[in-house]
């Protein structure tokens, strides 16, 4: 189970941008689980509290968006979704794929944090970058 | 106090990706072919590579092995016998190897003097599926002793191998292994992959393994 170390990464990940941010909390953090990541959903959640203790994402909410396998199918000409991990083969025609494009995602999306209130209020406003591009 | 969303869309496991990119790069610019294998516990990673290191030797190549275990050095020992520097890592409890171990037991290493770097991964059919080594290669093993539908069960191993070794396959009749469908499961989670049936011990498809590393390092490695 490596799902306990995968969860310091979105700790250390997470902190880093909030910090660079000038947030003084994170509340909650997004992330992407693909179905081929070899991530375990349930053992991620329940790793994510343990590495959230005692850092500024403690009390936060870990919201995961899991990703079904698509793959290219060259007689269809497109995109098709498989339909189990098992099964590498279209579901509309049946030809085999392995041209794999999406599936693998393992990443952090986006963190929503507390930034202490500025008295030039030029946070927010359709700004979602963080201020790191202004510096 | 505001409360605002910041994108971010970093890759979790970008620290050891990274890591792994620069050690690609380290070991193609010394001409090195390096190879992943991956397997449960027990399905003859030792063996198959003492036997693959043995035959090397014979032949004139020069390779070096490192090792992946939780605990104790008996298969650095093993293969040590195979007359090829090689150095265990004890991962000390953890289920998989990452790029900086790989990088930091290379350190004292003379990269430019081998022509194959094998890495022989801690038997487990999840975790090391994540982690990128820095390899050309990854070899997922299957012995014929663990059943035909352990590729539908551990999927995203064998889709992320680029070769399939089936071994011990002196035992297949003993075991009634089912070789058809054990193929026929191996493509159905990674269509087309290439399919090698071994016996570490008789030698069987060993020579076309031989083979196959040759040609990939042809096909991989700037410097032949």
Redesign the interface.
């Given at each position: 189970m490596h799902e306990l170390s995968i969860a310091y990464s979105v700790v250390e990940i997470a902190t880093q941008s909030a910090v660079e941010a000038g947030a003084v909390r994170v509340k909650e953090v997004h992330v992407r689980l693909g179905a081929l990541s070899g991530v375990v959903r349930g053992a991620l959640e329940f790793s994510y509290d343990i590495a959230c203790a005692g850092t500024m994402l403690e009390g936060s909410r870990l919201v995961v968006r899991e990703l079904p396998a698509r793959v290219y199918c060259a007689v269809c000409e497109r995109e098709v979704e498989l339909a189990s991990v098992q099964y590498f083969c279209c579901p509309v025609c049946d030809t085999p794929s392995g041209d794999l494009r999406q599936g693998r995602e393992l990443d952090v999306e986006a963190i929503e944090v507390d930034l202490p209130g500025e008295e030039h209020g030029n946070a927010g406003a359709g700004d979602t970058q963080g201020n790191s591009e202004q510096e | 106090?505001?409360?605002?969303?910041?994108?971010?869309?970093?890759?979790?496991?970008?620290?050891n990706d990274e890591i792994a990119r620069r050690l690609r790069e380290r070991l193609h610019a010394c001409g090195l072919l390096t190879m992943n294998l991956v397997s449960s516990p027990g399905s003859g990673k030792t063996a198959f590579l003492q036997r693959t290191l043995t035959m090397l030797r014979e032949r004139g190549k020069t390779a070096a092995a490192l090792v992946g275990d939780l605990a104790t050095d008996n298969d650095a020992k093993r293969l040590a016998e195979a007359g090829a520097p090689v150095k265990q890592i004890n991962t000390d409890g953890?289920?998989?190897l990452e790029a900086q171990m790989i990088s930091d037991h290379l350190a004292d290493w003379d990269l430019g003097s081998f022509e194959y770097l094998f890495i022989e991964n801690v038997g487990n059919l999840?975790?090391p599926?994540?982690y990128d080594l820095g390899e050309d290669v990854r070899v997922v093993l299957l012995s014929v002793t663990e059943g035909e539908d352990k590729p539908?069960k551990y999927?995203?191993?064998f889709?992320?191998a680029d070769i399939a070794v089936i071994t011990k396959m002196d035992l297949a009749e003993a075991c009634e292994f089912d070789l058809e469908a054990a193929e026929r499961n191996i493509?159905?989670?990674?269509?087309?992959?290439r399919i090698l049936r071994t016996s570490a011990k008789s030698g069987a498809g060993m020579e076309e393994w031989l083979e196959c590393l040759a040609a990939e390092k042809l096909a991989r490695c700037s410097v032949v």
């Amino acid at each position: 189970m490596h799902e306990l170390s995968i969860a310091y990464s979105v700790v250390e990940i997470a902190t880093q941008s909030a910090v660079e941010a000038g947030a003084v909390r994170v509340k909650e953090v997004h992330v992407r689980l693909g179905a081929l990541s070899g991530v375990v959903r349930g053992a991620l959640e329940f790793s994510y509290d343990i590495a959230c203790a005692g850092t500024m994402l403690e009390g936060s909410r870990l919201v995961v968006r899991e990703l079904p396998a698509r793959v290219y199918c060259a007689v269809c000409e497109r995109e098709v979704e498989l339909a189990s991990v098992q099964y590498f083969c279209c579901p509309v025609c049946d030809t085999p794929s392995g041209d794999l494009r999406q599936g693998r995602e393992l990443d952090v999306e986006a963190i929503e944090v507390d930034l202490p209130g500025e008295e030039h209020g030029n946070a927010g406003a359709g700004d979602t970058q963080g201020n790191s591009e202004q510096e | 106090m505001e409360t605002r969303v910041l994108e971010i869309r970093k890759g979790i496991l970008n620290k050891n990706d990274e890591i792994a990119r620069r050690l690609r790069e380290r070991l193609h610019a010394c001409g090195l072919l390096t190879m992943n294998l991956v397997s449960s516990p027990g399905s003859g990673k030792t063996a198959f590579l003492q036997r693959t290191l043995t035959m090397l030797r014979e032949r004139g190549k020069t390779a070096a092995a490192l090792v992946g275990d939780l605990a104790t050095d008996n298969d650095a020992k093993r293969l040590a016998e195979a007359g090829a520097p090689v150095k265990q890592i004890n991962t000390d409890g953890r289920c998989h190897l990452e790029a900086q171990m790989i990088s930091d037991h290379l350190a004292d290493w003379d990269l430019g003097s081998f022509e194959y770097l094998f890495i022989e991964n801690v038997g487990n059919l999840v975790c090391p599926s994540s982690y990128d080594l820095g390899e050309d290669v990854r070899v997922v093993l299957l012995s014929v002793t663990e059943g035909e539908d352990k590729p539908l069960k551990y999927p995203n191993i064998f889709n992320s191998a680029d070769i399939a070794v089936i071994t011990k396959m002196d035992l297949a009749e003993a075991c009634e292994f089912d070789l058809e469908a054990a193929e026929r499961n191996i493509r159905a989670v990674r269509p087309g992959m290439r399919i090698l049936r071994t016996s570490a011990k008789s030698g069987a498809g060993m020579e076309e393994w031989l083979e196959c590393l040759a040609a990939e390092k042809l096909a991989r490695c700037s410097v032949v």
